[in-house]
């Protein structure tokens, strides 16, 4: 090849005219039609010309030779209907050579500039023949109606790309939208981009609208979607993310129904425990109740202890629709702004719950204590039972400050199993609780919650109590169950009951990590030999699994197998993980909504660690961790400090201090 000759090669998706300056082995030295100079393969060339430009033209000529050239192909590339010769030719099947298609358009003799015309259009437009270099293929009708569907499908793209910038334009600020065709399409991938952010199918398509819009935050996003009525404002994306169910579909509502209003009034075969005077003590706010107790003097040397758990499962039978909705529920979900139930409300709050003055099927254990109120025996019977009183953890206190016989010696019962596990070397951890509720007005209320109050402090005592000898029920007939054990701590900071709030939180900090088999074996945190849950049936599905295993030794229905253990723990694995990390995110978006407006107020703190630049830091009034910035304080682990709230974000979940 010799200086001056034309050729052509595909740069960068584009097609590139240029004359050859110098050839070295099998690289040429090139000037282009933009004036470039390159080095090129000699290999990546698509198009030589017959003829050459003489070797003393300069510069500057050659390029405008080159630009005459490539204007004269262009010219030549517009007489070619790649659909007219497509109809003529797809028949053929065969492939085609340049020349040979040049001969097809062209009537007059066939030169370079010919056969470049025909790589140009062949280049710019590839929906009716397979181009490969020098030659060509006639595509099947079928594939030329996809590659047609393909590309009307991307017009499509581009024109809710740009309508939507400019919709989306309009949403960012004040004005009032108009409306828009793709709407929907539009908002669909917003809510992808903004929920699922890269793993969203529609993460590309939201990408290039809000590129075109020039929007780049996520807060804007939201904003948008709260202005369209999309999200709330206080949308609880979890619940998005995890596809969490907040309503019970028709037909299970319709099966819960039919099951309320088939109820039996009568129940053979269990012990009628109507006549005692049945308790229960929940918080304020609770609408499912699951567990009651009773007290009997029995003699001077012994108590009978009920613990009562509604049947839940003598209505939601295993396998129904409502129980296979409640294995993938796994749990009831409690936030401060919502509760979603694992049993639709006419079980969960109504025929499944020991509703005051209503006759109701239990699984109770039947607990005898002596004088000492220790545990001699017990029993797990089927009961029916009615709830006389219906308390709060208040009321109960105040009950038993002005002389309730029954309930101060039920709080006695819970302080003498309370010291039982502490002598078998139970790790009793004691931190206040902070209550998160929304007022009428939809605001965040925070309140503490003293764990310790003996109302509180009896009813965790005899659910521990209650579910303990139910996993030693278990364990004795050889049943697999959702057994909860924990090793004993990494290191233990004291034992018995400790004031100290910094020891209380160092000592959570060693505790090991709780697990569960289907075999019973010891839980160090709370000394005991065997434990599951088995008290909350109306709110846990592992608590269901463990009642009618319970049933299946009292003779009220089939067990579950090893197997039928393992298959259900597979199934609530994900859920119930997903499931704490939502009430605990939830919970904190509402404290730290709350904080918003206590920007610039102080706190008090309590000093957990030290970091390289931070203290990690626990702000008592509301019992979260931060990090305070060391900016120059010496500190140690244990001691108060005040800070100041600087900035909180719900949405963003960021809370920052500084030292006050």
């Not at 017009?155 to 309009?170: D, N, P, T």
């Not at 396998?319 to 529920?329: H, V």
């Amino acid at each position: 090849m010799k200086s001056g000759t034309i050729i052509e090669y595909i740069d960068q998706q584009k097609l590139i005219c240029a004359a050859v300056v110098d050839v070295k082995g099998k690289r040429l030295r090139l000037v282009t039609e933009h004036d470039k100079e390159v080095s090129l393969s000699a290999s990546r060339i698509s198009l030589t010309s017959d003829n050459a430009l003489p070797e003393s033209t300069s510069r500057t000529a050659t390029v405008e030779s080159l630009k005459s050239t490539v204007a004269r192909r262009e010219n030549l590339k517009q007489e070619i209907d790649l659909k007219e010769l497509w109809e003529l030719l797809n028949e053929e099947g065969e492939w085609i050579d340049l020349t040979t298609m040049a001969e097809y358009c062209f009537s007059d003799t066939v030169t370079s500039d010919h056969k470049s015309a025909i790589i140009r259009a062949f280049f710019e437009n590839r929906t009716w023949f397979k181009f490969d270099h020098n030659r060509f293929l006639p595509y099947t009708p079928e594939q030329v109606e996809q590659m047609l569907a393909k590309k009307r499908e991307e017009e499509r793209r581009q024109k809710v790309i740009s309508e939507g910038a400019a919709w989306l334009k309009k949403l960012a600020g004040d004005k009032k939208a108009p409306e828009c065709e793709h709407a929907d399409e539009i908002i669909t991938a917003l809510k992808g981009w903004y929920i699922h952010e890269r793993e969203s199918r529609h993460f590309a398509l939201a990408k290039e609208i809000l590129s075109a819009a020039n929007i780049g935050s996520t807060e804007t996003v939201f904003r948008i979607l709260v202005k369209l009525g999309i999200f709330d404002a206080h949308e609880n994306i979890d619940l998005i993310r995890m596809e969490i169910p907040r309503n019970f579909s028709e037909e299970v509502l319709t099966e819960a129904k039919k099951l309320v209003d088939n109820a039996p009034e009568s129940f053979e075969g269990r012990r009628d425990l109507t006549h005692l005077k049945t308790i229960t003590i929940d918080g304020r706010f609770t609408t499912d109740y699951d567990d009651a107790v009773t007290l009997e003097k029995v003699d001077d040397k012994h108590w009978l202890l009920g613990i009562h758990i509604i049947d839940v499962a003598e209505s939601v039978k295993r396998g129904s629709l409502i129980d296979r909705r409640a294995m993938f529920r796994a749990s009831s979900i409690y936030m401060p702004d919502q509760k979603i139930p694992m049993l639709p409300p006419e079980l969960s709050d109504n025929l499944c719950s020991l509703v005051e003055g209503t006759v109701r099927p239990c699984i109770s254990v039947m607990v005898t204590l002596n004088r000492f109120f220790a545990v001699e025996d017990f029993e797990v019977i089927p009961t029916v039972i009615t709830v006389r009183r219906q308390l709060t953890y208040s009321g109960a206190n105040t009950l038993a400050a002005d002389g309730d016989e029954e309930l101060a010696t039920l709080i006695k019962i819970g302080q003498a199993f309370r010291q039982k596990r502490m002598d078998a070397g139970a790790v009793h951890i004691s931190l206040p609780e902070v209550s998160v509720h929304l007022d009428d007005e939809g605001a965040p209320v925070i309140t503490t919650v003293d764990r310790e109050s003996p109302s509180r402090m009896m009813v965790a005592e005899l659910m521990i109590m209650g579910n303990w000898l139910m996993a030693s029920f278990l364990a004795r007939h050889g049943l697999p169950a959702f057994f909860r054990l924990q090793p004993d701590p990494k290191e233990r900071l004291f034992k018995g009951e400790e004031s100290s709030l910094f020891l209380n939180c160092m000592q959570r900090k060693q505790l090991s990590r709780a697990y569960i088999t289907q075999k019973a074996g010891h839980h160090s945190g709370l000394g005991v030999d065997a434990y599951t849950t088995a008290t909350s049936p109306i709110r846990r599905y592992y608590d269901l699994v463990a009642q009618r295993q319970i049933r299946s030794v009292l003779g009220l229905e089939a067990p579950y197998s090893e197997d039928d253990v393992a298959e259900v723990s597979q199934h609530l694995d994900i859920p119930m993980g997903n499931i704490g990390r939502i009430q605990g995110n939830r919970r904190r978006y509402w404290i730290y909504t709350y904080l918003e407006s206590k920007v610039g107020e102080r706190v008090e703190g309590l000093v957990l660690d030290k970091r390289r630049h931070s203290y990690q830091v626990l702000l008592l009034d509301y019992m979260i961790e931060v990090m305070l910035p060391a900016s120059g304080l010496t500190l140690k682990s244990g001691d108060h400090v005040q800070a100041v709230i600087q900035h909180a974000d719900a949405r963003k979940d960021n809370l920052a201090v500084f030292v006050g």
